[in-house]
């Protein structure tokens, strides 16, 4: 960066990611200068990061909120903003380095305006990729914008490949804890509470992408993302469930050899990597891995039965179109309506292979406005698939997805 401090803008600030990303702005304050912290509608907290990082602009999403940041921000100097059209012009101002980190589909248009740019992107945000991956891919294509990944596992595959050359690659394989239902029977998992789905042995995270971890929901949208951003068939990318969570992912070469990258279970060595690529690397407050406390390293497939999710996700690549946008669009309404009581565990993945099954999973899909537009149809059809769930589904064992 011949230098000077890299201009970094935070979209989904007070989020898990968000907070990971600024606590390297700690260890490395001469390294960054914040130019937009962007969050949804915690004013409070967005105001205490605002005060504590001093950003040229904070911004909400909830435009409701507006007059709040503002009295809470008077006389910092820290300008404000509120409404999708302020957190779209905060992505889009000038800055070195974007990341990306507003969960769900709401990400999508704030990242396009970032990669519109030609920024460097730090994406922590699957649906980017997953509803909209081959449109959003040529945009940034288009803009000279590169994109970097965030997740642990992309990351770790990323790091993997610029140790070969990509002709030689012949698959890659991306690592699953198992989430906290790794061992459980469906009858037991029928029961599960919201309680029990949030509580992940291994990483700390948000309520969405948790229930996604314990449904490996998850790691199927890591299949369609990896699709995008590697450019490899479904057919190629393979998961294994690894509950000690240190090999965040493989690449395995024409050769026979496979090369994988480890770490501890923390968010902020992949982001200090997308923060810092192609100079250097920032130490990031991780230790290294102690191999002989761990002892062991395990690995087994997903059991397709207990978790219909992973299946779902490949059935969603392989056909193509809006396919991808309807299941993401069904599993975050189905997560929501499981987290606040309204369906059991085992209906999320039942609610995905009812979108599937709808007309509009096969409707074309050739631009982000028309990922967007597909969106929106398909949690009105979740909602109303919800309301035909039965009462008793949840302790109903799911269809075998094979």
């Keep these: 960066m011949n230098g000077r401090p890299i201009r970094l803008t935070v979209l989904?600030?007070?989020?898990?990611?968000?907070?990971?990303?600024?606590?390297?702005?700690?260890?490395?304050?001469?390294?960054?200068?914040?130019?937009?912290?962007?969050?949804?509608?915690?004013?409070?907290?967005?105001?205490?990061?605002?005060?504590?990082?001093?950003?040229?602009?904070?911004?909400?999403?909830?435009?409701?909120?507006?007059?709040?940041?503002?009295?809470?921000?008077?006389?910092?100097?820290?300008?404000?903003?509120?409404?999708?059209t302020a957190v779209?012009?905060?992505?889009?101002?000038?800055?070195?380095?974007?990341?990306?980190?507003?969960?769900?589909?709401?990400?999508?248009?704030?990242?396009l305006e970032a990669v519109r740019q030609g920024t460097v992107v730090a994406l922590a945000n699957k649906e980017c990729l997953v509803c909209a991956g081959q449109a959003f891919v040529e945009e940034a294509r288009r803009h000279g914008s590169r994109i970097l990944p965030v997740d642990s596992e992309h990351s770790a595959i990323f790091q993997c490949l610029l140790a070969g050359r990509r002709d030689d690659l012949e698959r890659i394989v991306l690592t699953a804890s198992g989430g906290p239902f790794r061992s459980w029977d469906?009858?037991?998992?029928?029961?599960?509470?919201p309680e029990q789905a949030l509580a992940h042995p291994r990483w700390k995270m948000g309520a969405k992408i948790t229930v996604d971890s314990a449904t490996l929901v998850n790691k199927g949208l890591e299949i369609i993302e990896a699709h995008h951003l590697f450019g490899l068939p479904e057919e190629r990318i393979e998961v294994l469930v690894h509950p000690q969570s240190v090999v965040h992912g493989l690449a395995v070469f024409c050769d026979g050899s496979l090369l994988a990258q480890l770490a501890e279970p923390d968010m902020r060595a992949p982001l200090s990597f997308a923060l810092s690529f192609p100079d250097s690397r920032l130490p990031s407050g991780v230790g290294p891995l102690d191999l002989a406390r761990?002892?062991?390293?395990?690995?087994?497939?997903?059991?397709?039965?207990?978790?219909?999710?992973?299946?779902?996700?490949?059935?969603?690549?392989?056909?193509?179109?809006?396919?991808?946008?309807?299941?993401?669009?069904?599993?975050?309404?189905?997560?929501?309506?499981?987290?606040?009581?309204?369906?059991?565990?085992?209906?999320?993945?039942?609610?995905?292979?009812?979108?599937?099954?709808?007309?509009?999973?096969?409707?074309?899909?050739?631009?982000?406005?028309?990922?967007?537009?597909?969106?929106?149809?398909?949690?009105?059809?979740?909602?109303?698939?919800?309301?035909?769930?039965?009462?008793?589904?949840?302790?109903?064992?799911?269809?075998?997805?094979?």
């Design 88 to 111: 779209r012009e905060a992505a889009a101002a000038p800055a070195d380095r974007v990341v990306a980190a507003i969960v769900g589909a709401a990400g999508l248009l704030p990242t």
């Design 186 to 193: 469906l009858a037991r998992m029928a029961r599960a509470t």
């Design 294 to 402: 761990i002892g062991r390293l395990d690995f087994e497939e997903p059991d397709p039965r207990r978790f219909p999710g992973l299946a779902h996700a490949r059935e969603a690549l392989r056909r193509g179109g809006a396919a991808a946008a309807v299941l993401n669009a069904a599993n975050e309404v189905a997560v929501r309506a499981f987290l606040e009581r309204r369906i059991g565990f085992l209906d999320i993945a039942r609610l995905i292979g009812r979108l599937l099954a709808h007309p509009l999973a096969d409707a074309p899909l050739s631009s982000i406005e028309d990922a967007l537009a597909v969106d929106r149809e398909a949690r009105l059809v979740a909602e109303a698939e919800l309301r035909h769930l039965d009462a008793a589904s949840s302790t109903r064992e799911p269809p075998s997805p094979c």
């Design 12 to 84: 989904g600030a007070t989020g898990s990611i968000g907070r990971s990303t600024l606590s390297l702005v700690d260890l490395h304050r001469e390294r960054f200068e914040l130019v937009a912290l962007v969050a949804g509608s915690d004013a409070a907290a967005l105001a205490e990061l605002a005060r504590r990082y001093r950003p040229q602009l904070a911004v909400l999403a909830d435009s409701s909120r507006l007059a709040e940041l503002r009295e809470r921000l008077a006389g910092t100097g820290v300008a404000t903003g509120a409404g999708e």
